[in-house]
């Protein structure tokens, strides 16, 4: 019995290195970035009023981290540069509905929580969001302050392939 | 002999880019194709036919291809449902929309904000081309390429100015039914809608538009 568990206590430990060796090598801790530097996720965001979806499509370079959100028509929201070595988030072509400096605080203020918390392992807690893992590599992000849920579920490169495969 | 096969080269050259180039129409052809495309609307009861949308991102040099099914009937229903990569269902009945994506469920009336009432409005004109008659939206000029004849829309309210820089709209010429749909945006950004295999007046369930 005291060796079964052994092994079951060796089988976990091995499992969690091999969790953790994966989020080192690719050096990111929430975003499933692909070899091209390419993470795409189909989003949600809930607030007390509304809950909008649409795609978000971000681009790690070296120096910067690029994206784009934009509903499932293609109409944008905005776009996001993140500057890493001042971890600073601004926002460009924002859309007429959002563009408002308090609202663009928010979102600017929740993704560079996002891509902190992405690329550092003891990220300082912050009273007023959380990011929990859910199934499948889909996270939530909340801002408990202004009730806004973020929910980002990601859109693989394997499977956009084998959607276009069986629809061609 | 060098500076002749030069000159046969751009010759060659030039000929191809004149044969790529759309060709904007005179006044009385516009007219005419206008009302060419008008007179196919109103024979249209139904389209139903599949899509392939490609949203072009500027600042990330990238792409996003999207697929689905789309289906028109006469006189107000619109059905544009997302099947890959991600499952979005957009549904108009009347003046009500219902928006499904994922499990989640929402509906809304059209009548409650201007800029839905707008946007619906447009989709279901810009599917059968209804849009080219609507003056107080849109500058209309038209242009013919190889087998298209393009309506290249600019738009003239403010809040649509806001989302688009212009649309472009492609007619198959031999039948004036829309082929494809480009939308231009202030950032640099195009979204291409290609309908493909569309079926007219094909018999469409109306349960296909319930709101439940």
């Known amino acids: 019995m005291k060796s079964c568990l052994i092994w079951i206590n060796l089988l976990f430990v091995s499992l969690f290195a091999f969790a953790q060796q994966d989020t080192l090598a690719t050096g990111h801790r929430l975003l499933l970035f692909d070899e091209a530097g390419c993470a795409r996720y189909h989003i949600s965001i809930q607030t007390k009023q509304a809950e909008l979806t649409g795609i978000c499509i971000l681009k790690n370079m070296q120096e910067e981290t690029l994206g784009s959100v934009f509903n499932e028509f293609g109409i944008k929201a905005f776009d996001i540069v993140y500057t890493k070595r001042d971890s600073v988030v601004q926002l460009s072509n924002t859309m007429a509905a959002l563009d408002k400096w308090y609202i663009k605080n928010i979102i600017k203020a929740d993704l560079q929580y996002l891509f902190l918390s992405d690329e550092r392992e003891n990220m300082k807690q912050d009273e007023d969001r959380v990011i929990q893992m859910l199934e499948g590599n889909s996270f939530e992000q909340r801002n408990l302050k202004f009730g806004i849920t973020y929910t980002y579920t990601p859109i693989t490169k394997k499977q956009e392939e084998e959607d276009n495969e069986t629809s061609e | ?212």
């Open chain 2, 1 to 212: 002999m060098k500076t002749f096969a030069i000159i046969a080269l751009l010759a060659i050259l030039s000929m191809n880019a004149s044969a790529q180039a759309p060709v904007q129409a005179s006044a009385a052809q516009q007219k005419a194709m206008i009302e060419k495309i008008m007179n196919t609307e109103t024979s249209i009861k139904s389209i139903q036919c599949s899509f392939v949308q490609t949203k072009n991102l500027t600042m990330l040099n990238d792409k996003m291809v999207s697929k689905g099914i789309m289906i028109y009937l006469k006189p107000n229903m619109l059905r544009w449902e997302y099947i890959s990569p991600y499952k979005y269902l957009f549904i108009i009945n009347g003046a009500k929309v219902l928006i499904k994506s994922g499990d989640k469920k929402s509906s809304i009336d059209v009548k409650s904000s201007k800029m839905f009432q707008e946007i619906t409005r447009i989709m279901m004109n810009s599917v059968t081309g209804k849009n080219l008659l609507s003056s107080s939206d849109f500058n209309v000029r038209m242009f013919t390429q190889k087998n298209y004849w393009i309506a290249d829309l600019t738009p003239k309210k403010k809040q649509m100015r806001s989302m688009f820089s212009s649309i472009k709209i492609y007619f198959d010429s031999s039948n004036s039914t829309v082929s494809q749909i480009d939308m231009f945006e202030k950032s640099g950004d195009k979204t291409e809608i290609r309908l493909k295999n569309p079926q007219i007046n094909n018999r469409i369930n109306e349960k296909l538009f319930d709101l439940d």
